[in-house]
Each structure stands twice: as structure tokens, then as C-alpha cells.
């Protein structure tokens, strides 16, 4: 069995714990992600990012991971990075980048 390298995914919320994940995967989702979420003022909704992310990750990680799980949690991450912002508009939830 060959050894994964991993990586720290953090939590925006301080009180919350962050999430040990596989950097390869976290890299391919949070790459798909940069390029899905705009800079406008309106952002894109969150439940809009599962199915747009899945075009610009690799074919042979995406048939390995659950899309909707690594959305969430790379957005947390990146969230906690500084590098994209949660909106509420309209009782939804969306996200920009900063």
C-alpha cells in the first residue's frame, strides 16, 4: 500500500476541528473551484458547485471521490484561507472569491 500524502483542510469556524484529507484530491478540488467561483458581487450558489467543479477535475479523481463532500469541504477550507467568502443572498447561500 503506498503512502498518501495528506493535507490539513481547515475550518473557518475556530471552535471546529479541521479535516486530515488527501493533498492530490484537495488540490484538483480546490483548482476546479478557482476557476468556477467568479469575483462579482452576487458570487455563485454553493448547491450550483457540485456539478460545476466535476468538468475541471481529473476523470480518474473525480471516479474516486464524492464531489459533493470535497466541494464542501475544500469551500471551508479556502473559506478559512481567506481566498473566497460566503454570501447569504436571498436565504441562499453563495460564494466569491475575495
Known amino acids: 500500500m503506498s503512502e498518501k500524502e495528506m493535507f490539513e483542510a481547515l475550518h473557518p469556524d475556530p471552535t471546529k476541528n479541521g479535516t486530515r484529507?488527501?493533498?492530490?484530491?484537495?488540490?484538483?478540488?480546490?483548482?476546479?473551484?478557482?476557476?468556477?467561483?467568479?469575483?462579482?458581487a452576487?458570487?455563485?450558489p454553493f448547491s450550483s458547485l457540485s456539478k460545476a467543479v466535476q468538468p475541471h477535475v481529473?476523470?480518474?479523481?473525480?471516479?474516486?471521490?464524492?464531489?459533493g463532500w470535497w466541494v464542501t469541504t475544500v469551500k471551508l477550507d479556502l473559506e478559512a484561507r481567506k481566498?473566497?467568502?460566503?454570501?447569504?443572498?436571498?436565504g441562499r447561500q453563495n460564494v466569491r472569491l475575495v
Not at 493533498?23 to 478557482?34: C, F, G, I, P, S
Not at 481529473?58 to 464531489?67: E, N, R, W
Not at 481566498?83 to 436571498?90: A, G, M, Y
Open 21 to 40: 484529507v488527501t493533498k492530490a484530491y484537495y488540490d484538483a478540488y480546490r483548482e476546479a473551484l478557482l476557476q468556477v467561483i467568479p469575483n462579482t
Open 58 to 67: 481529473p476523470a480518474d479523481i473525480l471516479a474516486q471521490t464524492s464531489p
Open 42 to 44: 452576487e458570487g455563485v
Open 83 to 90: 481566498t473566497i467568502e460566503r454570501l447569504k443572498i436571498k
